[in-house]
């Protein structure tokens, strides 16, 4: 089995293996204590402490472990919202951040805050005037992710940071998808990461808060981690996330630039194997091994279940894979097609042989698909003369509107019109993305008696 989902999960690296089990026999005791057994521990704790503010850029004081990433990003979101609570209650995020940080968003929102969603490009990256611009006196706090997690694209972090430092405002960075690369680049204030992105143990994650920040940690106070973590610590789990961060960081310059050939080679390869496919993200500003494609005609949960009896595990933006029926937002504010869609990350090690093994299953596999749910050949019919044409699939989830669609696209003449009527989420964002693709024109959407109407005209 290849395992192309290390955007999710990397596999447990082997020193995090070996670091978890020593410190099983060394680490049990309560660090805070004096004895023996507390003092080995603390050494420990401070030991791992150190390893990870190193890699991180920071002092070992300024940072603390947290039992997940998405706890250390929303102790961080919280506590410098209220540190900054005279200032105002404006916060800023992009678009594609990661839910955690929007589910945040979303809370500050309910509590009667504000929040302003940056847009990004069809790229996925935003741009830092346009972000600057949303900084306002009331400003309490921003947020930007340094690498998206569903597409790979890096953002312009420096920039907004600059910005973000001479308005005033301090910037909480998302690296849970770039520490295991490098340090993240520029004058940031908060920093939140997880370890089992990097190939250390799940339930560790890190928080730093850059000294001058002002920061109040919400909840009962807690005298652990500088308060802004209470409970326990996990130091077998802690130590084999600071073990396992060093060293991938010892290898990240050789995988990177090996991860970023096989990536570039899917990159390049894919469009050509299979026909109607949109390759995603920033092809040059991206993380080493993660590629996002987007296939025409096909069913996102049907198509990575039969790369998984083929002996591939990928993940996928596509709203078919969602017990909500919606596509990823990401995709959705990049504007890109979201049906069919296969996110393939590659964790460090991936032999070369499993890329061409997956280049060779993957154009049979979606042609199989598309042959299952009737997808039309990728040559349109010649054109016939006739008036317009409505295409009823309200009911009908994706990517059956878009299907749809191709197949009477050739029964109006050029500049005839197909208006497709769909209650699904996607389509509004999958009709546009076919329209671009295929040569087509996308007039519009109108409301309609039971969902909503799309409108297409012939234009070839």
């Not at 200032?87 to 302003?116: R, Y």
């Not at 671009?436 to 109108?446: D, I, K, L």
Request: glycine share 10%; net charge negative; with cysteine.
């Amino acid at each position: 089995m290849a395992y192309f989902d290390a955007a999710s999960a990397a596999p447990l690296h082997p020193v995090a293996r070996q670091a978890l089990l020593a410190s099983l026999d060394e680490g049990w005791a309560d660090p805070a204590r004096l004895y023996r057994e507390g003092r080995r521990a603390r050494l420990l704790l401070d030991a791992a402490r150190e390893a990870a503010a190193e890699a991180v850029g920071c002092r070992a004081d300024e940072l603390v472990f947290t039992p997940s990433g998405t706890r250390a990003v929303h102790s961080g979101v919280a506590g410098a919202l209220a540190g900054r609570r005279r200032v105002g209650s404006h916060l800023i995020v992009s678009a594609v951040e990661h839910s955690s940080v929007l589910h945040a968003a979303e809370a500050h929102e309910a509590g009667g805050g504000m929040v302003t969603r940056v847009p990004v490009d069809r790229t996925g990256a935003v741009d830092p005037a346009a972000y600057a611009r949303t900084l306002r006196g009331d400003t309490a706090l921003a947020c930007l992710q340094s690498a998206n997690h569903e597409v790979g694209t890096e953002q312009p972090v420096a920039e907004v940071a600059g910005a973000c430092r001479e308005a005033g405002v301090p910037l909480l960075v998302d690296a849970a998808q770039s520490l295991a690369w490098g340090k993240v680049p520029g004058d940031w204030s908060l920093l939140a990461a997880s370890a089992h992105k990097w190939g250390g143990p799940s339930g560790v994650g890190l928080l730093v808060v850059r000294k001058g920040v002002r920061f109040a940690p919400q909840g009962p106070g807690d005298e652990r981690e500088s308060g802004r973590a209470p409970g326990f610590e996990n130091l077998p789990a802690i130590v084999a996330a600071a073990a396992s961060l060093r060293a991938v960081r010892a290898e990240a310059e050789t995988e990177a630039a090996r991860l970023r050939e096989l990536a570039e080679r899917i990159r390049a390869r894919v469009p050509a194997l299979v026909p109607d496919v949109e390759v995603v993200g920033d092809p040059v500003r991206r993380l080493p091994g993660v590629v996002t494609f987007s296939c025409l005609y096909v069913d996102g949960e049907t198509l990575l279940h039969e790369l998984d009896r083929a002996g591939f595990s990928v993940s996928s933006g596509s709203s078919c894979t969602s017990s909500t029926l919606t596509p990823s937002h990401v995709l959705k504010a990049m504007g890109v097609l979201s049906e069919g869609n296969v996110r393939v990350s590659l964790p460090p090690g991936t032999p070369a042989e499993d890329v061409e093994r997956f280049l060779e299953v993957l154009p049979g596999t979606v042609a199989a698909v598309r042959v299952k749910l009737g997808a039309p050949a990728t040559a349109e019919a010649a054109p016939r003369t006739g008036g317009d044409l409505v295409v009823d699939a309200i009911g009908r989830r994706c990517p059956i509107p878009v299907i749809e669609l191709a197949k009477v696209i050739g029964d109006v003449p050029v500049g005839g019109t197909v208006r497709v009527l769909s209650d699904d989420e996607a389509a509004r964002l999958d009709i546009p993305a076919w329209c671009e693709m295929r040569g087509q024109e996308y007039v519009g959407e109108e409301e309609a008696e039971k969902g909503t109407a799309y409108l297409v005209r012939r234009i070839s």
